[in-house]
């Protein structure tokens, strides 16, 4: 069983193979890509991002820590 689907796979994935070829989806939508990311600079924004987000994570207390609680974890009891 597990062998026949492999061969159904390994089929459908020559097909694809072969339709991409045809028609040149995979290298038109490539260029695409690299085309935006010269002209916006796509790249250098998600690096600047990828920096920013590393260094809040340095930075920034543990999720759990929370200014209402005790040094023992407990809630403070607000109404009294």
Request: aromatic residues 4%; positive net charge.
């Amino acid at each position: 069983m597990l062998a026949k689907g492999f061969v159904l796979s390994k089929d459908a994935l020559k097909r694809a193979r072969s339709f991409d070829d045809r028609h040149q989806l995979l290298s038109t939508a490539s260029a695409r890509v690299a085309s935006l990311d010269r002209r916006f600079g796509l790249s250098d924004k998600f690096s600047a991002g990828d920096d920013a987000h590393a260094q809040v994570q340095v930075e920034a207390p543990p999720a759990h820590a929370h200014a209402s609680r005790e040094p023992d974890g407990h809630h403070k009891n607000k109404a009294l």
